[in-house]
Protein backbone atom coordinates (compact mmCIF):
# COMPACT_ATOMS: atom_id res chain seq x y z
CA UNK A 1 0.00 0.00 0.00
CA UNK A 2 1.07 3.29 -0.39
CA UNK A 3 2.81 5.11 2.25
CA UNK A 4 1.06 7.78 3.84
CA UNK A 5 1.11 10.79 6.57
CA UNK A 6 -2.18 12.10 7.07
CA UNK A 7 -5.02 13.22 10.06
CA UNK A 8 -7.71 10.86 8.83
CA UNK A 9 -10.95 13.41 8.39
CA UNK A 10 -14.67 12.95 8.42
CA UNK A 11 -16.01 12.27 5.48
CA UNK A 12 -18.51 15.24 6.14
CA UNK A 13 -15.36 17.73 5.81
CA UNK A 14 -13.02 15.49 2.59
CA UNK A 15 -14.83 17.74 0.16
CA UNK A 16 -15.50 21.56 -0.10
CA UNK A 17 -18.84 22.84 -0.88
CA UNK A 18 -18.82 24.79 -4.10
CA UNK A 19 -18.48 28.30 -2.19
CA UNK A 20 -18.12 32.32 -2.58
CA UNK A 21 -14.53 31.66 -3.92
CA UNK A 22 -13.88 33.24 -7.72
CA UNK A 23 -11.65 32.08 -10.12
CA UNK A 24 -10.86 32.50 -14.10
CA UNK A 25 -14.10 33.10 -16.20
CA UNK A 26 -12.93 29.87 -18.48
CA UNK A 27 -12.21 27.43 -15.27
CA UNK A 28 -14.23 25.26 -13.79
CA UNK A 29 -13.94 23.99 -10.47
CA UNK A 30 -16.22 20.79 -9.57
CA UNK A 31 -16.43 19.66 -5.92
CA UNK A 32 -17.57 15.53 -6.20
CA UNK A 33 -19.67 13.97 -3.70
CA UNK A 34 -18.36 10.10 -3.22
CA UNK A 35 -22.43 9.45 -2.78
CA UNK A 36 -23.50 11.08 -6.11
CA UNK A 37 -25.05 9.13 -9.04
CA UNK A 38 -22.52 7.89 -11.65
CA UNK A 39 -22.59 8.75 -14.78
CA UNK A 40 -24.67 6.25 -16.77
CA UNK A 41 -22.15 5.77 -19.91
CA UNK A 42 -18.45 6.09 -19.42
CA UNK A 43 -16.69 7.55 -22.27
CA UNK A 44 -14.30 4.27 -22.29
CA UNK A 45 -14.55 0.46 -21.91
CA UNK A 46 -11.59 0.63 -19.62
CA UNK A 47 -13.93 3.28 -17.20
CA UNK A 48 -16.90 1.25 -17.83
CA UNK A 49 -15.14 -2.19 -16.72
CA UNK A 50 -13.55 -0.69 -13.70
CA UNK A 51 -16.84 0.82 -12.51
CA UNK A 52 -18.46 -1.83 -13.02
CA UNK A 53 -16.09 -4.25 -10.63
CA UNK A 54 -15.53 -1.30 -8.27
CA UNK A 55 -19.40 -1.21 -7.27
CA UNK A 56 -19.46 -5.31 -6.95
CA UNK A 57 -17.92 -4.62 -3.30
CA UNK A 58 -17.82 -1.95 -0.68
CA UNK A 59 -14.34 -0.47 -1.22
CA UNK A 60 -11.87 -0.33 -3.66
CA UNK A 61 -10.01 -2.68 -2.19
CA UNK A 62 -12.38 -5.77 -1.12
CA UNK A 63 -11.22 -8.14 -3.78
CA UNK A 64 -8.56 -10.40 -3.29
CA UNK A 65 -5.88 -9.83 -5.28
CA UNK A 66 -5.32 -12.74 -8.45
CA UNK A 67 -1.36 -14.01 -7.93
CA UNK A 68 1.24 -11.80 -9.92
CA UNK A 69 2.39 -14.87 -11.39
CA UNK A 70 -1.00 -15.14 -12.94
CA UNK A 71 -1.18 -11.61 -14.29
CA UNK A 72 1.97 -11.81 -15.60
CA UNK A 73 2.13 -14.76 -17.33
CA UNK A 74 2.89 -14.24 -20.89
CA UNK A 75 5.76 -12.14 -20.06
CA UNK A 76 6.58 -15.37 -17.65
CA UNK A 77 6.23 -17.66 -20.28
CA UNK A 78 7.85 -15.71 -22.96
CA UNK A 79 10.66 -14.63 -21.42
CA UNK A 80 11.68 -17.21 -18.01
CA UNK A 81 10.07 -19.98 -19.43
CA UNK A 82 12.10 -20.20 -22.65
CA UNK A 83 15.70 -19.70 -20.39
CA UNK A 84 14.21 -22.76 -18.10
CA UNK A 85 13.71 -24.85 -21.19
CA UNK A 86 17.42 -23.96 -22.49
CA UNK A 87 19.30 -24.41 -19.18
CA UNK A 88 17.12 -27.52 -18.77
CA UNK A 89 18.44 -29.09 -22.00
CA UNK A 90 21.64 -27.91 -21.80
CA UNK A 91 24.41 -30.56 -20.02
CA UNK A 92 26.52 -27.99 -18.96
CA UNK A 93 27.29 -23.89 -19.41
CA UNK A 94 28.94 -23.19 -22.41
CA UNK A 95 29.30 -20.81 -25.08
CA UNK A 96 26.12 -22.13 -26.76
CA UNK A 97 23.98 -21.70 -23.70
CA UNK A 98 25.15 -18.76 -23.18
CA UNK A 99 24.43 -17.47 -26.63
CA UNK A 100 20.83 -18.70 -26.26
CA UNK A 101 20.51 -17.03 -23.14
CA UNK A 102 21.45 -13.96 -24.56
CA UNK A 103 18.90 -14.33 -27.84
CA UNK A 104 16.00 -14.91 -25.59
CA UNK A 105 16.91 -12.01 -23.21
CA UNK A 106 16.93 -9.34 -26.77
CA UNK A 107 13.60 -10.66 -27.68
CA UNK A 108 11.92 -10.40 -24.66
CA UNK A 109 12.59 -6.80 -24.68
CA UNK A 110 15.44 -6.00 -22.34
CA UNK A 111 16.92 -4.13 -24.80
CA UNK A 112 21.06 -4.90 -26.20
CA UNK A 113 22.76 -2.83 -23.55
CA UNK A 114 20.88 -4.36 -20.45
CA UNK A 115 21.22 -8.00 -22.01
CA UNK A 116 24.78 -8.04 -22.98
CA UNK A 117 25.20 -6.82 -18.90
CA UNK A 118 23.65 -9.89 -17.71
CA UNK A 119 25.43 -11.80 -20.33
CA UNK A 120 28.88 -10.81 -19.52
CA UNK A 121 28.10 -11.81 -15.59
CA UNK A 122 26.75 -14.87 -16.23
CA UNK A 123 30.44 -15.20 -18.67
CA UNK A 124 32.36 -14.96 -15.35
CA UNK A 125 30.60 -18.31 -14.01
CA UNK A 126 30.87 -19.92 -16.67
CA UNK A 127 34.44 -19.76 -16.47
CA UNK A 128 34.16 -20.82 -12.90
CA UNK A 129 32.81 -24.06 -14.03
CA UNK A 130 29.00 -23.62 -12.64
CA UNK A 131 26.19 -25.99 -13.43
CA UNK A 132 23.22 -25.31 -15.36
CA UNK A 133 21.07 -24.86 -12.22
CA UNK A 134 23.84 -22.53 -10.55
CA UNK A 135 23.51 -20.36 -13.68
CA UNK A 136 19.58 -20.10 -13.61
CA UNK A 137 20.02 -18.83 -9.58
CA UNK A 138 22.74 -16.37 -10.81
CA UNK A 139 20.81 -15.19 -13.11
CA UNK A 140 17.48 -14.52 -11.17
CA UNK A 141 19.81 -13.03 -8.66
CA UNK A 142 21.06 -11.24 -11.26
CA UNK A 143 17.70 -9.32 -12.23
CA UNK A 144 16.65 -8.75 -8.73
CA UNK A 145 19.56 -6.32 -7.91
CA UNK A 146 18.79 -4.45 -11.30
CA UNK A 147 15.25 -3.86 -10.12
CA UNK A 148 15.58 -3.36 -6.93
CA UNK A 149 17.77 -0.60 -7.14
CA UNK A 150 16.55 2.76 -5.04
CA UNK A 151 12.85 0.48 -4.41
CA UNK A 152 10.70 2.95 -2.88
CA UNK A 153 6.95 3.26 -2.55
CA UNK A 154 4.79 6.46 -3.21
CA UNK A 155 5.01 8.19 0.00
CA UNK A 156 2.73 11.55 0.76
CA UNK A 157 4.74 13.72 3.37
CA UNK A 158 3.44 16.31 5.60
CA UNK A 159 3.85 19.07 2.89
CA UNK A 160 0.36 20.38 1.17
CA UNK A 161 -0.97 20.32 -0.70
CA UNK A 162 1.31 17.36 -2.21
CA UNK A 163 1.85 17.64 -5.64
CA UNK A 164 1.65 15.26 -8.48
CA UNK A 165 2.70 15.63 -12.07
CA UNK A 166 1.73 12.46 -14.08
CA UNK A 167 3.41 12.67 -17.59
CA UNK A 168 3.34 10.05 -20.63
CA UNK A 169 2.39 9.70 -24.16
CA UNK A 170 -1.28 9.28 -25.25
CA UNK A 171 -3.01 5.55 -25.03
CA UNK A 172 -0.42 4.67 -21.98
CA UNK A 173 -3.32 4.72 -19.90
CA UNK A 174 -1.91 7.69 -18.19
CA UNK A 175 -5.47 9.48 -17.15
CA UNK A 176 -6.69 6.09 -16.01
CA UNK A 177 -3.60 5.89 -13.95
CA UNK A 178 -4.90 9.06 -12.22
CA UNK A 179 -7.86 8.35 -11.49
CA UNK A 180 -6.91 5.07 -9.67
CA UNK A 181 -4.20 7.08 -7.82
CA UNK A 182 -6.67 9.36 -6.68
CA UNK A 183 -9.38 5.87 -6.04
CA UNK A 184 -6.27 4.76 -3.96
CA UNK A 185 -5.83 7.74 -1.96
CA UNK A 186 -9.67 8.71 -1.56
CA UNK A 187 -9.70 5.59 -0.18
CA UNK A 188 -6.41 6.23 2.30
CA UNK A 189 -9.10 9.68 3.99
CA UNK A 190 -7.26 12.01 2.05
CA UNK A 191 -8.49 14.94 0.07
CA UNK A 192 -7.66 14.58 -3.21
CA UNK A 193 -8.23 17.23 -6.30
CA UNK A 194 -7.91 16.41 -9.90
CA UNK A 195 -6.18 18.77 -12.93
CA UNK A 196 -7.33 17.97 -15.93
CA UNK A 197 -4.15 19.59 -18.08
CA UNK A 198 -4.88 17.65 -20.93
CA UNK A 199 -6.32 20.14 -22.31
CA UNK A 200 -5.59 18.91 -25.99
CA UNK A 201 -8.01 15.49 -25.43
CA UNK A 202 -11.99 16.18 -24.85
CA UNK A 203 -12.17 12.96 -24.02
CA UNK A 204 -8.98 13.04 -20.87
CA UNK A 205 -11.08 15.86 -20.07
CA UNK A 206 -14.14 13.80 -20.08
CA UNK A 207 -12.71 10.86 -18.34
CA UNK A 208 -10.75 12.67 -15.34
CA UNK A 209 -14.22 13.96 -14.50
CA UNK A 210 -15.42 10.47 -14.28
CA UNK A 211 -13.23 9.49 -12.04
CA UNK A 212 -13.55 12.57 -9.46
CA UNK A 213 -17.34 11.87 -9.63
CA UNK A 214 -16.21 8.12 -9.01
CA UNK A 215 -14.19 8.91 -6.41
CA UNK A 216 -15.18 12.01 -4.80
CA UNK A 217 -12.21 14.16 -5.59
CA UNK A 218 -12.51 18.06 -6.81
CA UNK A 219 -11.74 18.47 -10.32
CA UNK A 220 -10.36 21.56 -11.90
CA UNK A 221 -10.91 21.10 -15.73
CA UNK A 222 -11.51 24.26 -18.97
CA UNK A 223 -12.82 23.88 -22.24
CA UNK A 224 -10.61 21.37 -24.95
CA UNK A 225 -8.13 23.37 -26.47
CA UNK A 226 -7.22 25.83 -23.10
CA UNK A 227 -3.81 26.81 -21.68
CA UNK A 228 -2.52 23.69 -19.10
CA UNK A 229 -0.41 26.18 -17.80
CA UNK A 230 -3.15 28.56 -16.70
CA UNK A 231 -4.76 25.77 -15.51
CA UNK A 232 -2.47 24.59 -13.51
CA UNK A 233 -2.31 27.65 -12.00
CA UNK A 234 -5.68 28.39 -11.01
CA UNK A 235 -5.54 24.00 -9.74
CA UNK A 236 -2.41 25.18 -7.67
CA UNK A 237 -4.00 27.79 -6.13
CA UNK A 238 -7.59 26.46 -5.37
CA UNK A 239 -5.91 22.88 -3.47
CA UNK A 240 -3.73 25.59 -1.34
CA UNK A 241 -6.37 27.35 -0.35
CA UNK A 242 -9.01 24.85 0.06
CA UNK A 243 -6.51 22.69 2.38
CA UNK A 244 -6.51 19.71 0.02
CA UNK A 245 -4.13 17.20 1.04
CA UNK A 246 -2.95 15.78 -3.11
CA UNK A 247 -3.58 17.97 -6.49
CA UNK A 248 -2.75 15.16 -9.31
CA UNK A 249 -2.57 16.95 -12.57
CA UNK A 250 -2.86 15.57 -15.75
CA UNK A 251 -0.55 16.35 -18.82
CA UNK A 252 -0.70 16.18 -22.67
CA UNK A 253 0.91 13.25 -24.23
CA UNK A 254 1.23 14.18 -27.99
CA UNK A 255 4.83 12.62 -28.65
CA UNK A 256 4.74 12.91 -32.64
CA UNK A 257 5.20 17.02 -31.30
CA UNK A 258 8.05 16.18 -29.27
CA UNK A 259 9.83 19.43 -29.07
CA UNK A 260 6.50 21.63 -28.67
CA UNK A 261 5.31 18.93 -25.90
CA UNK A 262 8.39 18.99 -23.67
CA UNK A 263 8.54 22.78 -23.83
CA UNK A 264 5.05 22.64 -22.37
CA UNK A 265 5.84 20.56 -19.68
CA UNK A 266 8.35 22.62 -18.55
CA UNK A 267 6.46 25.57 -18.84
CA UNK A 268 3.55 23.87 -16.46
CA UNK A 269 6.72 22.74 -13.86
CA UNK A 270 7.59 26.60 -13.97
CA UNK A 271 4.02 28.38 -13.54
CA UNK A 272 3.36 25.81 -10.41
CA UNK A 273 6.53 26.84 -8.89
CA UNK A 274 4.94 30.37 -9.00
CA UNK A 275 2.76 29.00 -6.67
CA UNK A 276 4.77 26.94 -4.55
CA UNK A 277 8.15 26.24 -5.65
CA UNK A 278 8.95 22.75 -4.32
CA UNK A 279 6.46 21.83 -6.25
CA UNK A 280 5.99 19.02 -8.26
CA UNK A 281 6.93 16.81 -5.45
CA UNK A 282 6.66 13.56 -7.46
CA UNK A 283 6.91 13.12 -11.32
CA UNK A 284 5.64 10.46 -12.49
CA UNK A 285 6.05 8.68 -15.97
CA UNK A 286 3.54 6.48 -16.95
CA UNK A 287 4.79 3.96 -19.57
CA UNK A 288 3.13 1.03 -21.43
CA UNK A 289 4.43 -2.10 -21.27
CA UNK A 290 2.91 -3.10 -24.16
CA UNK A 291 5.19 -0.86 -26.46
CA UNK A 292 8.17 -2.93 -25.58
CA UNK A 293 11.47 -1.02 -26.58
CA UNK A 294 9.35 2.11 -27.70
CA UNK A 295 9.15 2.36 -23.47
CA UNK A 296 12.58 2.64 -23.34
CA UNK A 297 12.88 5.60 -25.89
CA UNK A 298 9.85 7.60 -24.63
CA UNK A 299 11.73 7.24 -21.12
CA UNK A 300 14.90 8.57 -22.29
CA UNK A 301 12.60 11.36 -24.06
CA UNK A 302 10.57 12.64 -20.82
CA UNK A 303 13.73 12.11 -18.50
CA UNK A 304 15.86 14.28 -20.21
CA UNK A 305 13.41 16.99 -19.89
CA UNK A 306 11.81 16.55 -17.02
CA UNK A 307 13.04 15.45 -13.12
CA UNK A 308 11.61 12.18 -13.06
CA UNK A 309 10.85 10.71 -9.40
CA UNK A 310 9.42 7.58 -10.41
CA UNK A 311 7.39 5.24 -12.97
CA UNK A 312 4.62 3.71 -13.02
CA UNK A 313 4.46 0.49 -15.80
CA UNK A 314 0.74 -0.17 -16.95
CA UNK A 315 -0.67 -3.55 -19.02
CA UNK A 316 1.57 -5.73 -17.58
CA UNK A 317 -1.11 -8.65 -17.73
CA UNK A 318 -1.88 -8.19 -21.31
CA UNK A 319 2.00 -8.51 -22.88
CA UNK A 320 5.02 -11.15 -23.41
CA UNK A 321 7.18 -7.75 -23.41
CA UNK A 322 7.57 -7.12 -19.58
CA UNK A 323 10.85 -7.61 -19.74
CA UNK A 324 11.70 -4.43 -20.74
CA UNK A 325 10.35 -3.18 -17.12
CA UNK A 326 14.24 -4.87 -16.35
CA UNK A 327 15.85 -2.98 -19.18
CA UNK A 328 14.31 0.40 -17.81
CA UNK A 329 15.42 0.04 -14.39
CA UNK A 330 18.84 -1.09 -15.67
CA UNK A 331 18.97 1.91 -18.00
CA UNK A 332 17.66 4.44 -15.14
CA UNK A 333 18.51 5.31 -12.02
CA UNK A 334 14.37 5.68 -11.38
CA UNK A 335 12.75 3.24 -9.24
CA UNK A 336 9.62 1.83 -10.22
CA UNK A 337 6.38 2.48 -7.57
CA UNK A 338 3.52 1.18 -9.63
CA UNK A 339 2.73 -1.23 -11.93
CA UNK A 340 -0.50 -2.13 -13.71
CA UNK A 341 -1.89 -5.68 -13.79
CA UNK A 342 -5.39 -5.20 -14.85
CA UNK A 343 -8.46 -3.32 -15.12
CA UNK A 344 -9.90 -3.03 -11.66
CA UNK A 345 -8.71 -0.06 -9.65
CA UNK A 346 -6.71 -2.44 -6.93
CA UNK A 347 -4.84 -4.10 -9.77
CA UNK A 348 -2.54 -0.59 -9.79
CA UNK A 349 0.19 -1.92 -7.09
CA UNK A 350 2.68 -0.99 -5.60
CA UNK A 351 5.63 -2.16 -6.80
CA UNK A 352 8.01 -4.94 -5.34
CA UNK A 353 11.51 -5.91 -6.81
CA UNK A 354 10.72 -9.27 -4.79
CA UNK A 355 7.64 -10.11 -5.67
CA UNK A 356 7.99 -9.60 -9.53
CA UNK A 357 11.21 -11.30 -9.50
CA UNK A 358 9.57 -14.32 -8.05
CA UNK A 359 6.35 -14.39 -9.78
CA UNK A 360 8.35 -14.38 -13.31
CA UNK A 361 10.23 -17.50 -11.80
CA UNK A 362 6.90 -18.96 -10.31
CA UNK A 363 6.61 -22.51 -11.47
Known amino acids: MMAFFWKRKESSTELQKPGSESSAPDTEITNASAGEAQPSEPTTAEIQQDQETAGARPGFFGRIRAALSERIQKTKNHFIGQIKAAVKAASKVDDNLIERIEEILIRADLGAET??????????????????????????????????????????????????????????????????????????????MLAAGDTFRAAAIEQLDIWASRTGAAIVKRDMGADPSGLCYDAMEKARDGGYDVLLIDTAGRLHTKTNLMEELKKVVR?????????????????????????????????????????????????????????????????????????????????SAQEFVDALFAE
Open 115 to 192: SMSIVERMKEFEARGATPDELLEVFKKELLSIVERGQRTLTIGAHRPHVILVVGVNGTGKTTTIGKLAAEMREAGLKV
Open 271 to 351: VIRKVDPTAPHDTLLVLDATTGQNAISQARVFTEALPVTGLIMTKLDGTAKGGVLIGIRNLFDIPVLKIGVGEGVEDLRDF
